[in-house]
């Protein structure tokens, strides 16, 4: 039997933080823990979930994260793009013609790179499932079985982003990324402090989350270069890519984009401008995993760092370890996956198996984890949407 998609289910969401979390965040710069100017409220995640059915029976599943300050989308913004237009061009076609798929959405709705991206990376989990094969079998293989993972520190006083520093490392953590922003002088203060206590042989990775402009993102990058950073996200405002190379051009630090890449072409036009170090990637922004795939061997070839990150659910993390696995030897930063500290719920019956800085990458067909019913239930915000 020919495998045909036959029903779309689009679930809209909001999970929590943490308690804990929350008042981490909220002692910290801006209520938020970073020095994005936004004053968007951040309490807990909004994400919509997608199911796939088949002519057999078989579902796929996937989700995508959305916050406003970074991406400009509400899960209205998804599930409408989907409902009104892309859905015509995923029912009624086989999962596998990923290809051809694209293709049609593109031809028929530009860009919204996050919405195609949800009904690719669930048509990828439904191969898997027809197949019987783990997702990573299908982008080259299985290169290890653990992903060694970074960890995060919120933006707040110098000793107290020491004691969060000591904690990670105690539970085994290798790699960290903390924030900076607040002015030049805390942020030596703090790189300073944190290197003194981590010692030389741990990787930094520093987030400014577009707190300067590009003179003095300049001056910031360069007083912290001497405690040796792997690299520098995000140290100007979103859509300043010019700014963005001016600041390149003139420090030694690799710059990292999150906020500035919601496209391939956004990271193309950036490696043109010589304006990025580093690729940091999702499974959303560029548009599903098979263009996020194109991205990091992009970036591979021209001689540029990656790093995965996100702020996922059980679905998003179990699609990215799959991710960096099968391009593990591309990947050359610990991934980031920070959903299962800050989330009150990972929505997945089994949780991923984290442990001493590491996540295991799941082993059964598709991205290997099955979506919790009770805590769909729980969490949705609006009634299933059904498309057929």
Request: overall charge negative.
């Amino acid at each position: 039997m020919k495998e045909k998609i036959v029903n779309i289910e689009l679930t809209p969401i909001h999970v929590p933080f943490k308690e804990g979390v929350v008042n981490v965040m909220e002692s910290g710069e801006g209520g938020l823990g970073m020095a994005i100017p936004s004053e968007e409220p951040w309490l807990g995640g909004d994400f919509v979930i997608c199911r796939l059915t088949s002519n057999d029976g078989t579902i796929g599943i996937a989700d995508v994260y959305l916050w406003i300050p970074e991406d400009g989308t509400l899960p209205e913004h998804v599930t409408h793009s989907i409902s009104k237009a892309l859905s015509k061009y995923v029912l009624g076609e086989n999962p596998f013609n990923l290809k051809r798929i694209r293709q049609r959405m593109d031809n028929n709705m530009p860009r919204n790179e996050i919405a195609k991206a949800l009904l690719i990376n669930a048509c990828i989990d439904l191969m898997g499932k027809i197949t019987g094969r783990p997702a990573c079998d299908l982008m080259g293989g299985r290169s290890v079985d653990e992903i060694p993972l970074a960890a995060l520190i919120p933006l707040n006083d110098a000793k107290t982003m020491k004691l969060y520093a000591k904690a990670f490392y105690q539970a085994g953590f290798r790699s960290f990324r903390y924030k900076l922003g607040r002015n030049i002088n805390e942020d030596v203060e703090i790189s300073q402090t944190l290197r003194d206590t981590l010692g030389p042989e741990v990787r930094l990775r520093v987030d400014y989350n577009q707190a300067y402009r590009p003179q003095e993102a300049v001056r910031a990058i360069k007083a912290i270069e001497p405690y040796g950073i792997d690299y520098a996200e995000q140290p100007v405002g979103i859509d300043d890519f010019l700014g963005l190379a001016y600041v390149q051009k003139r420090v030694d630090t690799p710059l990292m984009v999150h906020e500035s890449f919601f496209s391939l072409k956004d990271f193309i036009v950036l490696v043109e401008l010589q304006a990025v170090g580093v690729l940091g990637i999702n499974h959303c922004r560029p548009g599903g995993i098979p263009n996020a795939i194109q991205a990091i061997d992009y970036a591979w070839q021209r001689g540029l760092g990656v790093v995965i990150h996100d702020q996922s659910l059980g679905i998003s993390a179990a699609m990215l370890t799959h991710l960096a696995t099968a391009k593990y030897h591309s990947i050359n930063h610990a991934t980031e996956l920070f959903g299962h500290v800050m989330l009150e719920d990972d929505l997945i019956v089994s949780p991923l198996k984290f442990k001493k800085g590491m996540v295991k990458v799941p082993e059964g067909p598709g991205w290997g984890v099955e979506l919790d019913e009770k805590a769909l239930e729980k969490y949705k915000t609006e009634p299933i949407i059904t498309i057929q």
